[in-house]
């Protein structure tokens, strides 16, 4: 019996990503489920005639349930396919998979349940500041191209097999309850599901922070709520570039050709000596100078 490969799409206000996003996950997997978390622009729009979609306001169970987005399409899934092997990909609207493919990461997951991941921030190239002429926000139509420079985000979890067991009541994300218990591949020994990553992981491209302009949209449209650990000013796009300078003042980063970009990121990651501020600035002022000079050449992996 052939092993189904199944994409987790938990959505809001995605819009400008998912004409990009949805078609390069619909093509890597056999269906996608989709849930719309209450977006405020076209998302449900785009995502509704997946083989499985919902909106936040049908989801009749969701204000007695924890992370009931993520459980309402799990549960789903174990009453479609009870008997069928199935691996799901927990794919989001603004990921997209990097240095392996599902089929890949299934076909290396023999003999593991869980198979772990990196996710990477990537930004727009910005050897000079965001103004509001060069946000083009939200016309995203090349932003894989524009994007040239990633970060190390967070270990997640990229894909797991269908268990009746798992579940997201109780469970902190980005599990379902129960896989802690399970064969995870790619853990460390040392320090598993911790932040030592390694080149054979599969490695996922986040196109979370976009600009200043998409944060003013979040934050006034509703969107996304304000944090009471910062204090945002979205009234101007000066406000927002003064108030959120930690996003978009320069970041430690490593400009991406293809995956032999993940060399020195993974090599630095894990060196417990490489916490000094100051000589890490050093070393990326340095690598983003040499770019002015020579600029980075077209993406290979897209």
Known sequence: MSVKKIGLMCVRDEADLLPQVYPHVRGLVDHIYAYDDGSQDDTWGLIKHSDYAIRRVDDKNRPVMDRPHYHHLLERLKK???REPVWVFITMGDRFFLNKMPQQVVE???????????????LRHRLYPWTEENDTWPDMSNIRHTCRWMKYDERCIVAFKLRPELTYVGSKYPWPRGLANLKVQYNSPEA???????KEMPFLEHQGRRSPKSVMWRMQSGSRTMSKKYQFDTS???????????????????PW????????LVEHNNDPTWD????????????????KVNPLPRRRDI
């Open 276 to 291: 000094d501020r100051a000589v890490s600035r050093y070393f990326y002022y340095g690598l983003e100078y040499g770019y």
């Open 80 to 82: 479609d396919f009870p």
């Open 257 to 264: 050709v293809d995956s032999s970009s993940l060399d020195k």
């Open 236 to 254: 101007s796009y000066a406000g927002v570039m003064e108030s959120m300078r930690r996003y978009y003042d320069p970041y430690k980063v490593y």
């Open 108 to 122: 290396e997951a023999a003999g593991h349940d869980v198979v772990g991941g990196v996710q990477l921030d990537f």
């Open 192 to 198: 598993p599901l911790r932040d030592v990553i390694f």
